[in-house]
């Protein structure tokens, strides 16, 4: 009897990294010192890589308006109560530095809510400050938290 019972479990559904996913609002630091303002062209693309987070990993993006209602100082406590109060399991958090025109780093830290410890966290580079380039670190941002998880 117990080979039809691991069979079964076997093709029971495994949870998934993106069940109960929240992603928090991307942040940007950016230290290129350069002289034009980006800041439209940054913002939209903090939207971009949220929004291809939310759609390779099944998570939900909490909007920044929710985030500065909520939790005006952004400290890591409120920022994980918020999240786990919508009905996260897990948060993650994604910070975006760009060193220069070319050089931009992603620093991503998931979280269980539930136990407030970190999960996972990554860290990688990608060429170029432009849409298409945040689009495929985006893709592959999830692809390595999926493999991890």
């Known amino acids: 009897m117990r080979k039809p019972l691991l ?33 439209a062209d940054h913002d ?3 939207a971009l890589l949220a929004s291809v987070l939310a759609e390779e990993m099944a998570g ?25 109060d919508q009905g996260g399991d897990r948060g993650l958090f994604v910070v975006v530095q760009k060193s220069s025109t070319l050089i931009l780093q992603i620093f991503a ?19 170029g400050d432009n849409d298409e380039a945040w689009r495929r670190a985006g893709r592959f941002l999830a692809r390595q938290l999926r493999e991890a998880g």
């Open 60 to 84: 939900t993006p909490v909007a920044p308006g929710e985030v500065a209602a909520a939790c005006p100082r952004e400290t890591a406590d409120c920022l994980v109560t918020l999240l786990r």
């Open 7 to 39: 069979a079964l479990s076997l093709l029971a559904p495994l949870p998934t990294l993106a069940e109960g996913l929240m992603i928090a609002p991307l942040k940007l630091l950016d230290t290129s010192h350069e002289a034009r303002d980006q800041s």
């Open 44 to 46: 939209r693309r903090q």
């Open 109 to 127: 830290s998931l979280v269980d809510l539930k136990d407030e410890r970190l999960i996972l966290h990554k860290e990688l580079n990608f060429r």
